[in-house]
């Protein structure tokens, strides 16, 4: 009996049993069966080109995020840049107004965080009335508008990610399941009509696989930096 495969084997694991198998099955003149098998293999492979575009999709969003989080940092440190220099230093009312701790603790923070700390940045500098903290304001609201856009995208790509792989992938696996488990009942009919060891049917299964594989560092899920 061939060992059910998990669902969080990596989809290259399922390939390497669907390969395995249907070498087997054309090495033994099962040639309809084998047929089949390739069948499998095909819609893996579609199935494997989909989840790379998904993770394609969701690696793009966080490439994003990080750029506009590195221009938010850059920003916020201009805005107290040119406050220090207006004011004279940092101890007035106005730079605390902004800034109620470090700087760096603002920049520190990743982009969704920081989005929430700087958003009223953006009105308040608009009621400056030096030039260069209004286009200051007037740059932030557009780092700001980019940078809800593209944490938006990043929980957009994961979500479609991980609905593809329990859309997609875990009906595959179900599904594959069910047919090795047929296949191993249709050779062992076959076997044992015609003499065969009693083990016929087991070699058409990667005895490897006795031991479940789980997924590989070629099979990872992109996650957030920030």
């Known amino acids: 009996m061939p060992v059910l495969l998990r669902n969080s084997?990596?989809?290259?694991?399922?390939?390497?049993?669907?390969?395995?198998?249907?070498?087997?099955?054309?090495?033994?003149?099962?040639?309809?069966e084998a047929t089949a098998v390739g069948k499998r293999i095909k819609t893996l492979?579609?199935?494997?080109?989909?989840?790379?575009?998904?993770?394609?999709?969701?690696?793009?969003?966080?490439?994003?995020?990080?750029?506009?989080?590195?221009?938010?940092?850059?920003?916020?440190?201009?805005?107290?840049?040119?406050?220090?220099?207006?004011?004279?230093?940092k101890k007035t009312s106005r730079f605390r107004q902004y800034f109620k701790g470090a700087v760096s603790a603002i920049v520190r923070l990743g982009l969704e965080s920081q989005l929430g700390v700087v958003r009223p940045f953006v009105a308040m500098l608009a009621k400056e009335p030096e030039k260069p903290?209004?286009?200051?304001?007037?740059?932030?609201?557009?780092?700001?508008?980019?940078?809800?856009?593209?944490?938006?995208?990043?929980?957009?790509?994961?979500?479609?990610?991980?609905?593809?792989?329990?859309?997609?992938?875990?009906?595959?696996?179900?599904?594959?399941?069910?047919?090795?488990?047929?296949?191993?009942?249709?050779?062992t009919i076959y076997a044992t009509k015609k003499g065969l060891p009693r083990d016929y049917a087991d070699r058409f299964f990667r005895r490897a696989s006795r031991t479940a594989k789980a997924a590989t560092p070629s099979d990872p899920e992109p996650t957030p930096t920030k």
């Open 133 to 187: 903290l209004k286009d200051h304001g007037k740059a932030l609201a557009g780092i700001v508008k980019r940078g809800d856009q593209a944490v938006e995208e990043r929980v957009n790509a994961a979500t479609e990610r991980a609905a593809h792989r329990a859309r997609e992938i875990v009906a595959f696996v179900n599904d594959l399941n069910a047919a090795r488990i047929t296949l191993h009942a249709e050779l």
């Open 9 to 32: 084997d990596s989809l290259d694991s399922y390939w390497e049993e669907l390969v395995y198998t249907e070498a087997r099955l054309l090495a033994a003149g099962h040639t309809s």
């Open 45 to 89: 492979d579609a199935l494997s080109a989909g989840q790379k575009a998904h993770w394609r999709r969701e690696i793009v969003a966080q490439a994003h995020v990080d750029a506009v989080d590195d221009d938010l940092d850059d920003r916020v440190e201009g805005v107290a840049r040119e406050i220090v220099y207006l004011d004279k230093g």
